[in-house]
């Protein structure tokens, strides 16, 4: 979100809450950032998502690796690596709502992103720094940086973005 401000003056925001997102329309899987409970999604500091809103759209970073979270997470889905970029006026009302493959509902929780955002530590703060230090607009390469603290020596950094195989 950062980047988008800083480097290409967009008005990013980020939010937080409940995600829901058509993966599989054969299986009728659907991914839910969010838990159950009596019946509805419900988001709380253990079980919430996190995506970023730009004029009028919904920009997801995490989407091409939502396969492998939820591999970690125990589950069978094979959900490819496709990115998330949609306008927020194509959300659906509700998830019973959704019914093809990239249909999506949202559910914003403003306490919620403040208190994400207040509880960060100076590392989240050092770490933001770091990326917008280190980007660079395309195509210029990115400059050599390593990181580091008291406890070692620093590392250097490596970009390893994942493969997009396609869009939602």
């Given at each position: 979100m950062m980047i988008l401000r800083k480097h290409y003056r967009f008005p990013a925001t980020i939010s937080a809450g409940c995600l829901a997102?058509?993966?599989?329309?054969?299986?009728?899987?659907?991914?839910?950032?969010?838990?159950?409970?009596d019946g509805t999604f419900v988001n709380d500091k253990k079980a919430f998502h996190a995506w970023v809103e730009c004029d009028g759209w919904l920009i997801d970073f995490m989407a091409p690796i939502m396969g492998n979270a939820l591999r970690e997470d125990g589950s069978d889905w094979d959900v490819p690596r496709y990115m998330l970029q949609k306008r927020l006026e194509h959300r659906m009302a509700t998830i019973g709502d959704i019914k093809h493959v990239g249909e999506f509902f949202i559910e914003h929780d403003y306490a919620l992103t403040e208190s994400l955002i207040d509880g960060q530590g100076v590392q989240f703060v050092d770490l933001m720094n770091?990326?917008?230090?280190?980007?660079?607009?395309p195509?210029?390469?990115l400059?050599?940086?390593?990181?580091?603290?008291?406890?070692?020596?620093?590392?250097?950094?490596?970009?390893?973005?994942?493969s997009i195989d396609g869009v939602w």
């Open positions: 997102l058509l993966v599989n329309e054969k299986n009728t899987n659907i991914m839910v950032y969010g838990r159950e409970e770091v990326c917008l230090a280190w980007f660079c607009r195509p210029k390469p400059k050599a940086m390593a990181m580091g603290d008291s406890h070692g020596a620093p590392k250097n950094l490596e970009m390893r973005a994942p």
